[in-house]
């Protein structure tokens, strides 16, 4: 086998050249934010990619967005819809370009591993408003990617003959450091860097196992790993109702909510919302689940 760095490098350069929809994500969020864009700029870009084009107009036509006459251009679509609500169809829609896939080394389906992606974007993006610590939108693109590098993971075994399979005989991140050498937080911080993606979404991604190893404190990076605390990893787990009083009671979770000053009620009321944000969500996209 490929030495490890061999192999991160290698699965990196392949994913970051699947799609171009992060790299043009990535840039809206700047654009969007940018009091001197306007809506042409920003449907230029966008238009660039005629697949994220047609599902985002597609859903600002779609009856969550009410009626009238549907929009026929990516323009009309984002003065129909407005600048916050396009950051996040953007982002559904970019999410599901790059989590829309079936990872066979970690025995996750195409389908369950977006599912989790939006349910974790959904969490995260409910706790930062909840606590006023982070931009909510900011905390959305964060949760939505925030696995993407299970992708460079699963290409690194599968360009080295695969045969490598997660189990959950073990946690994922051991398993993964086992079986390529690295983790998924690190090479999905090194993809949204890659893209660029704002220093403060990438060092979150690196830090979502461990915040305490980040140069300087991130409260995305906590909220990440709080979240993983409250609904673990893998095959689909996050979309169960978990049992709430003994995720709480971890070390992790208890500390997270001392310090943000959550009660057990606030947590059980995001995990509720967020259990609506996502159905309702996924009927926007699909309207037949």
Same mark, same amino acid.
């Given at each position: 086998?490929?030495?490890?760095?061999?192999?991160?490098?290698?699965?990196?350069?392949?994913?970051?050249?699947?799609?171009?929809?992060?790299?043009?994500?990535?840039?809206?969020? *700047?654009?969007?934010?940018?009091?001197?864009?306007?809506?042409?700029?920003?449907?230029?870009? =966008?238009?660039?990619?005629?697949?994220?084009?047609?599902?985002?107009?597609?859903?600002?036509?779609?009856?969550?967005?009410?009626?009238?006459?549907?929009?026929?251009?990516?323009?009309?679509?984002?003065?129909?819809?407005?600048?916050?609500?396009?950051?996040?169809?953007?982002?559904?829609?970019?999410?599901?370009?790059?989590?829309?896939?079936?990872?066979?080394?970690?025995?996750?389906?195409?389908?369950?591993?977006?599912?989790?992606?939006?349910?974790?974007?959904?969490?995260?993006?409910?706790?930062?408003?909840?606590?006023?610590?982070?931009?909510?939108?900011?905390?959305?693109? =964060?949760?939505?990617?925030?696995?993407?590098?299970?992708?460079?993971?699963?290409?690194?075994?599968?360009?080295?003959?695969?045969?490598?399979?997660?189990?959950?005989?073990?946690?994922?991140?051991?398993?993964?450091?086992?079986? =390529?050498?690295?983790?998924?937080?690190?090479?999905?911080?090194?993809?949204?860097?890659?893209?660029?993606?704002?220093?403060?979404?990438?060092?979150?991604?690196?830090?979502?196992?461990?915040?305490?190893?980040?140069?300087?404190?991130?409260?995305?990076?906590?909220?990440?790993?709080? *979240?993983?605390?409250?609904?673990?990893?893998?095959?689909?787990?996050?979309?169960?109702?978990?049992?709430?009083?003994?995720?709480?009671?971890?070390?992790?979770?208890?500390?997270?909510?001392?310090?943000?000053?959550?009660?057990?009620?606030?947590?059980?009321?995001?995990?509720?919302? *967020?259990?609506?944000?996502?159905?309702?969500?996924?009927?926007?996209?699909?309207?037949?689940?």
């Amino acid at each position: 086998m490929k030495n490890s760095q061999e192999q991160f490098r290698l699965a990196i350069a392949r994913i970051e050249k699947f799609s171009p929809a992060p790299a043009i994500l990535a840039r809206a969020l *700047t654009l969007l934010r940018d009091p001197h864009s306007d809506i042409s700029d920003i449907a230029k870009l =966008v238009g660039s990619d005629p697949a994220l084009t047609a599902d985002l107009i597609r859903c600002a036509n779609s009856v969550f967005y009410g009626t009238g006459e549907p929009n026929q251009t990516i323009a009309e679509a984002i003065q129909k819809i407005g600048s916050s609500e396009t950051i996040r169809l953007l982002n559904l829609a970019v999410t599901r370009v790059v989590a829309k896939q079936h990872l066979g080394c970690y025995g996750i389906s195409a389908d369950n591993f977006w599912a989790e992606s939006l349910f974790n974007g959904l969490f995260l993006r409910n706790l930062a408003s909840a606590t006023g610590r982070a931009e909510a939108d900011q905390a959305y693109t =964060v949760g939505l990617l925030r696995f993407l590098g299970r992708l460079a993971i699963n290409q690194a075994i599968e360009d080295n003959g695969g045969g490598l399979f997660w189990l959950g005989q073990e946690s994922i991140s051991a398993w993964e450091q086992a079986s =390529v050498g690295f983790v998924q937080a690190q090479a999905g911080a090194t993809l949204l860097g890659k893209w660029k993606f704002s220093e403060d979404m990438v060092q979150a991604i690196a830090g979502q196992d461990d915040p305490s190893s980040l140069p300087s404190p991130s409260w995305l990076a906590e909220a990440l790993q709080f *979240t993983s605390s409250v609904f673990p990893q893998g095959l689909g787990v996050a979309l169960q109702p978990p049992v709430l009083d003994e995720c709480l009671a971890s070390p992790t979770c208890a500390q997270f909510m001392e310090r943000y000053a959550l009660s057990a009620a606030q947590v059980t009321g995001i995990v509720e919302t *967020t259990f609506e944000d996502y159905s309702r969500t996924r009927r926007m996209i699909d309207p037949a689940v």
